[in-house]
């Protein structure tokens, strides 16, 4: 139900914009989140967004950098992001979830986003 897509590689400062399109209800779903994952390390959280009211989060290591918006008629959340870093390597993933405090359960299959020169 969902595709992430907009993955590649790009040069330290580049920037590059992800895109998380959900068939069927699930950009009924409560927000949409992004999380990243690099080789040798746990998943983490990168932002997400409350599709009721587009109230939107961003873990620290991207703030000011990373901007995510959604847009309805598409059922697409996307994450621009900017000024980007070697460390920002990872496979990025989508994911739903259906409440607040709920668990993100559904998930889209990741794109890898490469920074390096």
């Known amino acids: 139900q969902l595709q992430a897509s907009g993955g590649g590689l790009v040069q330290p400062g580049g920037s590059l914009r992800l895109s998380c399109t959900a068939s069927?209800?699930?950009?009924?779903?409560?927000?949409i989140g992004w999380f990243r994952q690099a080789p040798g390390k746990e998943r983490e959280g990168v932002s997400y967004i409350k599709i009721s009211d587009n109230t939107s989060a961003y873990a620290n290591s991207v703030k000011g950098r990373f901007t995510i918006s959604s847009d309805s008629a598409k059922n697409t959340v996307y994450l621009q992001m900017n000024s980007l870093k070697p460390e920002d390597t990872a496979v990025y993933y989508c994911?739903?979830?259906?409440?607040?405090?709920?668990?993100?359960?559904?998930w889209g299959q990741g794109t890898l986003v490469t920074v390096s020169s």
């Open positions: 069927g209800l699930a950009f009924n779903s409560y927000a």
């Open positions: 994911a739903t979830k259906a409440g607040y405090g709920k668990p993100y359960d559904s």
